[in-house]
T-cell receptor, first 114, second 116 residues
Framework: AQKVTQAQTEISVVEKEDVTLDCVYE???????LFWYKQPPSGELVFLIR??????QNEISGRYSWNFQKSTSSFNFTITASQVVDSAVYFC???????????FGTGTRLQVFP | NAGVMQNPRHLVRRRGQEARLRCSPM?????VYWYRQLPEEGLKFMVY????????ESGMPKERFSAEFPKEGPSILRIQQVVRGDSAAYFC??????????????FGSGTRLTVV
């Protein structure tokens, strides 16, 4: 069975602090895909990143970076120098190779205070 | 190039009424997915449809819920005799072909159903 665990329910930081959101997944597939989505207070889902299981290179996009470690089944997300606009719920998700379903974690609510 | 369009954005129904949620996929997409987000929870897969065909409905509640994606027009998620527990955000996504889950398809803005 596939499962995604986001143990951090809520995180509060002050602007300019770095923050890491944890994601641990379970799957028996050898090929799989991991995602992060952002859900701001307005409610829509914003796609942030997709990573396949064969690519363990870390990725950086501006203030966002992702650390994928197969050895620990983790795909953590770091925001550097956080801003108030980063306040949102962040979801980690998992998909198998030939499936069309995404398995979501329960999300981490990030609050960035000025 | 419009994205996935969902309407209405907000829907209020009294217990026992029917709720109809609409999803128009992106242009050229023939596959639609519905997900439900209960309050304070992550999204849960409900159903995956191709035009005129249900591919996977393993996440659909056995009663009161149905979905269709006709040859013409939007996909409809129908909830009959709504109860308070149906209050949730319902998201739709679309893709051009099978096996698109691995690409992290784009979601619509969701319909927030409130049952009073």
């Amino acid at each position: 069975a596939q499962k995604v665990t986001q143990a951090q329910t809520e995180i509060s930081v002050v602007e300019k602090e770095d923050v890491t959101l944890d994601c641990v997944y379970e799957t028996r597939d050898t090929t799989y895909y991991l995602f992060w989505y952002k859900q701001p207070p307005s409610g829509e889902l914003v796609f942030l990143i997709r990573r396949n299981s064969f690519d363990e290179q870390n990725e950086i996009s501006g203030r966002y970076s992702w650390n994928f470690q197969k050895s620990t089944s983790s795909f953590n997300f770091t925001i550097t120098a956080s801003q108030v606009v980063d306040s949102a719920v962040y979801f980690c998700a998992l998909s198998g190779y030939n499936t069309d379903k995404l398995i979501f974690g329960t999300g981490t609510r990030l609050q960035v205070f000025p | 190039n419009a994205g996935v369009m969902q309407n209405p954005r907000h829907l209020v129904r009294r217990r026992g009424q029917e709720a109809r949620l609409r999803c128009s996929p992106m242009k050229g997409h023939s596959h639609v997915y519905w997900y439900r987000q209960l309050p304070e929870e992550g999204l849960k897969f409900m159903v995956y449809l191709q035009k005129e065909n249900i591919i996977d409905e393993s996440g659909m509640p056995k009663e009161r819920f149905s979905a269709e994606f006709p040859k013409e027009g939007p996909s409809i998620l129908r909830i009959q005799q709504v109860v308070r527990g149906d209050s949730a955000a319902y998201f739709c996504a679309s893709s051009p072909d099978l096996g698109q889950g691995r690409y992290g398809y784009t979601f619509g803005s969701g319909t927030r159903l409130t049952v009073v």
